[in-house]
């Protein structure tokens, strides 16, 4: 079975085993089975699945699950839908000459998180 893989080692997700209540949420709300949970507590199993969506997080009751929302693949692919040529991330990737490339968003967008 073939994996949807971002960039390798980049998502800001984090997990807590020792908050983990073991109620398996983050695993069901998650859209690319990256949090499972094994013998009663959670544990990443696919980081680079990633998308930073922050559904892990927004549904753990004990706080276990941190992800920095809005700044990885979700954001991305949720503005390109929208058709939104500015960016709520601190990279903006951009194509010239058939090449993507990025570059510092935080002057224009005024995050200053880069």
Same mark, same amino acid.
């Given at each position: 079975? +073939?994996?949807?893989?971002?960039? $390798? *080692?980049?998502?800001?997700?984090?997990?807590?085993?020792?908050?983990?209540?073991?109620?398996?949420?983050? $695993?069901?709300?998650?859209?690319?089975?990256?949090?499972?949970?094994?013998?009663?507590?959670?544990?990443?199993?696919?980081?680079?699945? =990633?998308?930073?969506?922050? $559904?892990?997080? *927004? *549904? =753990?009751?004990?706080?276990?699950?941190?992800?920095?929302?809005?700044?990885?693949?979700?954001?991305?692919?949720? *503005?390109?839908?929208?058709?939104?040529?500015? +960016?709520?991330?601190?990279?903006?990737?951009?194509?010239?000459?058939?090449?993507?490339?990025?570059?510092?968003? +935080?002057?224009? +967008?005024?995050?200053?998180?880069?």
């Amino acid at each position: 079975m +073939s994996r949807l893989v971002y960039l $390798a *080692n980049v998502a800001t997700l984090r997990l807590d085993p020792t908050r983990c209540c073991g109620c398996g949420m983050c $695993a069901t709300v998650c859209p690319h089975g990256v949090l499972v949970v094994r013998e009663g507590v959670a544990e990443i199993a696919h980081l680079d699945g =990633c998308m930073e969506c922050g $559904a892990c997080a *927004n *549904n =753990c009751p004990s706080g276990a699950i941190e992800v920095e929302t809005g700044v990885g693949c979700a954001a991305a692919v949720i *503005n390109s839908i929208l058709g939104r040529t500015d +960016s709520s991330c601190c990279c903006v990737i951009e194509k010239s000459d058939g090449k993507a490339s990025h570059r510092e968003a +935080s002057s224009e +967008s005024g995050s200053g998180r880069c």
